[in-house]
């Protein structure tokens, strides 16, 4: 069982995750750890944040969860991460719960990590453990980059910018009353052109243009005689004043074009480190749920926005049952081309003109809906389609090895039936006929031979025929084993009674407890034991011998059958269990079956049989069975 790991910081969503929290612990029945994080920046926080805060974690006391308080004296992601895995490992964490308002520049402004990299990072470090990122829409917040960018564009002039003219032009001013001794006048205008050059760069144009007639205004009631009048006596000064406004509006503009550009190419790192994360993400991915996890998890991480994948099945039609039916309709409309809401955007997926699917975005702020950030998006559309087509190509190759090794193996069996059922079948037709044309011109020891031909291949067909048909039953997924405790001396005896003919020319040397019990099939142990012994009669000389081992461990029970034959084939040693498998040497004693059928029975099991040399080839086959040894009498009468 694991631990759920939940990670409070100083914001408005320490009671929601406490909350949430409580609920995955209650219906996943596991324990919780809450964690608060106290940094540097949380120490700042306002009064009800930190009441907030108080009170989750209380709530979270209460609901019987630990909780644990650590300072960081260091505002940096890598320490969070750092911090946060730690806990996870040391509590064996299965369940990871984080804010994604945790996650801003209010907290490490400088470090320049995003939620995309913080979670990739504990999903890394935490490969046993599911993230969970609690999302609040309402509340999230834009890049500071980004909401300046959109201020420019499309918001009015501020407060706050006014507040910033007003400030600049208060500090000019202050600063040309104290040289303006020692200055002529038309100098002092380059002060006011600094001071209108940083406003651009930090507020942009319109800013930037109240300032310089502010500035214009300023110069000329307090510096230009008269003073304290907008009428200068020298008309010189309404040249200055124009060529004053004209340079700082082109400073102006240059400014903010220069800070419109840094902007934008922010945005850009931003949209190229969102889809080398995406990639990464892709690159994992081995099925289309894979796929579209990583894509939907990136667009609600990077955009704030809730996306779905709908893929077309093989005939080209999108998902009808289980899908919802208005998700369905506007996928639908994507395919035929037409465009969507703004805040509900569509994309075609498509790999060499192929329609793969569609992918639907819903709920996308307006700060994200300019042209950029779809251009990000249907970038995302384009890596989910090569990714998916991918993922489709890499099935259909799997399918086709499958396919090829299935027409190989189908072949195999079809050569060794056919060989196996020709030898026989050969020798019996050859019998009967020679009996039939030349019955009359034939000795009865003749004939007796033919017809002891006829029987010995009759045997063998059927021989044959039942381990095929021993086979095709154990491969049957329905079958069920029927385990019990069978006596040592009884399984060896029902097995030698199998084979005993093959055994009459061998020396059977048994080296077993009588009195132990082993936990099997019993029927099928008889039936494995019975073709080991059988294929070490068959690759063994007459007269040698043929050891028989079975010793017991705790929990586990080996049987060891070893002759001493030629051995087995270097590098055979896993071979020698596959269907129809005939030795280099060749030979057409056996079916080739009984190894295999070793080999199902030992997985059936649960168990495994394995095979080397040893002065002759050994097999050795090691089962499972419970703890403690019954006594002889209880294993025989149940």
């Known amino acids: 069982m694991g631990t759920l790991l939940v990670c409070i910081m100083a914001d408005s969503q320490a009671e929601e995750l406490v909350q949430q929290a409580g609920l995955l612990s209650r219906t996943r029945s596991i324990p919780w750890r809450v964690v608060y994080l106290d940094t540097m920046a949380s120490r700042y926080a306002s009064p009800r944040v930190r009441q907030a805060l108080a009170r989750a974690l209380q709530e979270a006391e209460q609901a019987g969860a630990e909780v644990l308080r650590l300072s960081l004296e260091i505002d940096s992601a890598s320490r969070v991460v750092s911090t946060i895995v730690q806990q996870a490992q040391s509590v064996r964490a299965t369940h990871v719960l984080l804010g994604n308002l945790a996650m801003g520049r209010r907290y490490w402004f400088n470090a320049g990590e995003r939620i995309s990299d913080f979670t990739e990072t504990l999903m890394t470090h935490l490969p046993q453990a599911r993230v969970h990122i609690l999302a609040s829409p309402g509340r999230q917040e834009a890049p500071a980059h980004r909401a300046e ?142 796929i579209t996890h990583a894509v939907t998890g990136s667009i609600n991480r990077d955009l704030g926005a809730q996306a779905r994948l709908l893929l077309l099945d093989a005939e080209g039609r999108l998902p009808e049952g289980g899908a919802d039916p208005a998700a369905v309709q506007r996928a639908q409309r994507v395919l035929r081309g037409e465009t969507l809401e703004p805040a509900s955007q569509g ?184 073709n080991l012994l059988l294929n070490a009669s068959q690759h063994s000389p007459a007269g040698s011998r043929i050891r028989l081992r079975i010793a017991r461990t705790p929990g586990w029970w080996t049987l060891r059958v070893h002759d001493e034959g030629p051995g087995i084939a270097a590098g055979s040693e896993h071979e020698v269990f596959q269907k129809f498998y005939r030795g280099p040497q060749g030979g057409s004693q056996g079916t080739g079956l009984g190894l295999a059928i070793c080999e199902v029975v030992a997985r059936l099991h649960g168990g495994r049989i394995e095979a080397h040399n040893d002065h002759g080839a050994v097999f050795e086959l090691t089962l499972p069975q419970p703890e403690g040894k019954p006594e002889l009498e209880e294993a025989l009468h149940g």
């Open 347 to 530: 994309f075609a997926l498509a790999a060499g003109g192929t329609p793969l699917g569609v992918l639907l975005v819903d709920g996308l702020p307006a700060r994200y809906q300019g042209a950029g950030d779809l251009h990000l998006l249907q970038a995302y559309a384009n890596q989910a389609a090569v990714a998916i087509e991918r993922c489709r190509y890499a099935q259909r190759s799997e399918q086709a090895a499958i396919a090829a090794e299935t027409e190989r193996i189908r072949n195999t069996l079809l050569a060794g039936i056919s060989h196996d059922f020709r030898t026989p079948l050969t020798a019996i037709i050859g019998a009967a006929s020679a009996v039939l044309s030349q019955g009359h011109a034939i000795t009865l020891a003749q004939r007796n031979a033919l017809a002891q031909t006829v029987l010995d291949q009759a045997t063998r067909l059927q021989s044959l025929t039942s381990d095929l048909l021993d086979m095709a039953r154990l491969q049957d997924s329905r079958v069920r084993l029927t385990p019990e405790w069978c006596p040592v001396e009884d399984l060896v005896q029902d097995a030698r009674a199998a084979v005993a003919g093959a055994l009459d020319r061998h020396v059977l040397e048994l080296e077993f407890d009588p009195d132990d019990v082993v936990w099997c099939d019993t029927t099928l142990m008889v039936q494995a034991l019975a």
């Open 149 to 290: 960018l959109a201020s420019d564009t499309v918001a009015p002039l501020g407060r706050q910018a006014i507040a910033l003219v007003m400030a600049v032009l208060v500090l000019c001013t202050a600063l040309s009353a104290l040289i303006a001794p020692y200055l002529h006048p038309i100098n002092l205008s380059l002060i006011y052109m600094g001071g209108v050059f940083y406003i651009a760069l930090r507020r942009g144009l319109k800013a930037a243009l109240l300032g310089v007639l502010l500035a214009v205004l300023l110069f000329d009631w307090i510096f230009v005689a008269p003073r304290w009048s907008l009428k200068p006596t020298d008309p010189e000064y309404f040249f200055t004043f124009l060529i004053t406004l004209g340079v700082g509006l082109a400073v102006s503009r240059l400014a903010a074009q220069s800070r419109q550009a840094a902007l934008q190419a922010m945005v850009m790192a931003q949209h190229s480190q969102s889809l080398s994360l995406l990639s990464q993400s892709l690159a994992r991915a081995v099925t289309p749920e894979d």
